[in-house]
């Protein structure tokens, strides 16, 4: 092999190189920027719909005057059911849990509910979260008013 040959070899394994290189950037721009979609919809609101799935008024803003309700809804498939599931309120202002509901899963399961006793509780900003075996699955910040 002569020396044009080495350097037109090497100039080739650069260019692969940097190929590679811009092609992993490429790659890792494109999942950051579309993370998976979390299967579990978790949903916070006063109005029950109609078919006790969720609620009409999904929000985060509520009064303390009306009954609150939680709601962690599973997908129709996809998600293997074997966990615990744990849906708690914690507060901001104090960062202890003030409400929970904790649920071992079975098939059957296609919604954890919490109806929230929350007329006593201080105005302020909550966390709703659901996790499953420990592992946190997705949270909402709410607030309560008079």
Same mark, same amino acid.
């Given at each position: 092999? @002569?020396? @044009?040959?080495?350097?037109?070899?090497?100039?080739?394994?650069? &260019?692969?190189?940097?190929?590679?290189?811009?092609?992993? *950037?490429v790659?890792?721009?494109?999942?950051?920027? @579309?993370?998976?979609? @979390?299967?579990?919809?978790?949903?916070?609101?006063?109005?029950?719909?109609?078919?006790?799935i969720?609620?009409?008024?999904?929000?985060?803003?509520f009064?303390?005057?009306?009954?609150?309700?939680?709601?962690? *809804?599973y997908?129709?498939?996809?998600?293997?059911?074997? %966990?615990?599931?744990?849906?708690?309120?914690?507060?901001?202002?104090?960062?202890?849990?003030?409400?929970?509901?904790?649920?071992?899963?079975?098939?059957?399961?296609?919604q954890?509910?919490?109806?929230?006793?929350?007329?006593?509780?201080?105005?302020?900003?909550?966390?709703?979260?659901?996790?499953?075996?420990?592992?946190?699955?997705?949270s &909402?910040?709410?607030?309560l %008013?008079?």
């Amino acid at each position: 092999m @002569n020396s @044009n040959q080495k350097k037109m070899l090497g100039i080739a394994g650069g &260019i692969v190189g940097v190929a590679a290189v811009v092609a992993l *950037i490429v790659f890792l721009v494109v999942v950051r920027s @579309n993370p998976p979609q @979390n299967p579990f919809s978790v949903q916070l609101g006063q109005e029950r719909s109609v078919d006790g799935i969720g609620v009409t008024d999904d929000g985060t803003s509520f009064s303390r005057a009306k009954p609150l309700y939680a709601f962690a *809804i599973y997908p129709e498939s996809g998600v293997t059911k074997d %966990h615990t599931a744990l849906l708690s309120v914690i507060s901001e202002s104090t960062g202890r849990v003030v409400q929970q509901e904790k649920v071992e899963e079975d098939e059957s399961l296609t919604q954890v509910e919490m109806t929230l006793d929350c007329a006593d509780w201080e105005p302020g900003i909550y966390e709703l979260t659901f996790a499953r075996s420990g592992t946190m699955v997705q949270s &909402i910040s709410f607030s309560l %008013h008079k």
